[in-house]
């Protein structure tokens, strides 16, 4: 058990630019949950899979922003057109069984200049 | 929508004492509470979860209650150490999970 890890851990791109992040789930974990923190607030909530299937997006998911998790492994979370108001720490955490205890990767962080 | 507050928002205590973080949800409707720690710019390990059905939770120094009744749950830390400063959130389960803003804790040496 590796925990779960993502990649880049950090992504400076220009305003405009598409961005692409990994995470890689803890493995014998059927959830998978993207979240978003910026400076001084807790993580918030973006989209949640179980398995392939993703079954919850928040609002705050616009449609510049798509997530998927082809083959309920790893999960890309990716960003078009970025702007300067997308610039946060993304972070994943992955679950499994009735207790639903998340454990968090160590986020990337995005900055858009 | 779930709300989820934590008071206070920054704690600094001399290294020894015992302290108390509170974490307050708007809907008792929850399927579990669970306690994280932050250190600055990286993820969030967890502490403790607390199942709907539970009232605490213990981890060697570490205590955490729920009442979901009146939509509170505490982390009890007991003869703190410089080690223990972090940022210290909650999350509230329903169909999506609800982080609150964090207590951010100082222990001096």
Not at chain 1, 17 to 46: A, K, M
Not at chain 2, 69 to 78: D, P
Request: aromatic fraction near 10%; charged fraction near 20%; proline fraction near 5%.
């Amino acid at each position: 058990d590796t925990g779960v890890s993502q990649d880049p851990r950090h992504k400076i791109t220009k305003r405009g630019q598409n961005v692409t992040f990994r995470c890689d789930p803890i493995s014998e974990h059927n959830r998978l949950y993207w979240y978003r923190q910026t400076l001084g607030q807790g993580p918030e909530f973006l989209t949640y899979f179980q398995n392939e299937a993703q079954l919850e997006k928040s609002r705050l998911l616009s449609d510049r922003f798509s997530a998927e998790r082809p083959k309920g492994s790893f999960s890309t979370l990716e960003i078009q057109r970025t702007e300067q108001g997308d610039s946060a720490m993304y972070l994943c955490a992955s679950s499994q069984g009735w207790r639903n205890e998340q454990y968090f990767g160590p986020g990337t962080r995005l900055t858009v200049t | 929508k779930q709300e989820v507050t934590q008071i206070p928002a920054a704690l600094s205590v001399p290294e020894g004492e015992n302290l108390v973080l509170n974490c307050s949800f708007t809907d008792s409707a929850i399927y579990n509470l669970q306690w994280f720690r932050q250190d600055p710019g990286k993820g969030l390990t967890s502490l403790l979860l607390i199942q709907s059905s539970q009232r605490e939770q213990t981890s060697g120094r570490l205590n955490a209650s729920l009442d979901k009744s009146s939509g509170r749950s505490t982390l009890y830390i007991a003869a703190s150490q410089p080690g223990d400063s972090a940022t210290y959130l909650c999350a509230a389960t329903g169909n999506q999970f609800y982080f609150g803003t964090g207590t951010s804790l100082t222990v001096i040496p």
